[in-house]
């Protein structure tokens, strides 16, 4: 049984949250700020967090900032419809979905079951989750865009945010192609139409640190200065 953390101080939105997630047969654990939800992380594996943004005291960036330093815990943001440039640092700091208030119950569940699905278990192995549905192949990594997997050369699953695995495909899906930042802020950030383009610099350097064998020095994922970004590694 999977746990799930809601962290919001709306006791309405917390308790709404926890009888539906709880009747479709889940665990669920509730906290109404950040040091609440230390306290609920210390005492035992939580498997996601529906996290809002707008927390007394630390608020959810500075959550998701720390949690991304040492965990890779699932995290969706609950945002406002004016937090749109929040939802993007969100992302950035390593949140791996959004949803906007007032949601869907059922967009909640949608969107938590598809998150739990792709989270990577530490030490997963090709052994344990056998390769179907569509691939790419690049030196020796592979991309399995159907199941949002990477495996490393040594058949390692490696965990990565959304936003970055949706950078990913994006390469691997167009390489030898210069994507804008445009291009790749409508292929990444599911079309939200914002001003923000160097998101996708921070995006890429974060990706870089995964399969490039020097970031500092790359050689796959290439700057073309004036025009964007270039995936020159040969994809099968």
Known sequence: M??????????ITRETLKSYLEGEGYRV?????????????ARGRVDLLLLDIRLPGKDGLMVTRELRASSNIGIILITGRSDR?????????????????????????????????????????????????????????EVHLDKRRLRDPAG?????????????????????RVL????????TLRGDNVPYDRSIDRLVRRLRRVVEPDPADPTRIVTVHGMGYLFQAVVE
């Open 2 to 11: 999977h746990t799930i953390a809601v962290v919001d101080d709306d006791p």
């Open 29 to 41: 654990a509730l906290a109404r700020d950040g040091d609440q939800l230390s306290a609920l992380l």
């Open 85 to 141: 440039m929040d939802r993007i640092i969100g992302l950035e700091l390593g949140a791996d979905d959004y949803i906007t208030k007032p949601f869907e119950p059922r967009e909640i569940l949608a969107r938590t079951r598809s998150l739990l699905r792709r989270v990577a278990r530490p030490g997963q192995s090709a052994a344990a989750a056998p390769a179907s549905g569509r691939v790419k192949r690049f030196d020796g990594w």
């Open 156 to 176: 390692e699953d490696v965990r990565l945010t959304s936003a970055e695995f949706d950078l990913m495909a994006a390469f691997v899906e167009n390489p030898g």
């Open 180 to 187: 804008s930042r445009d291009d790749l802020l409508d292929l």
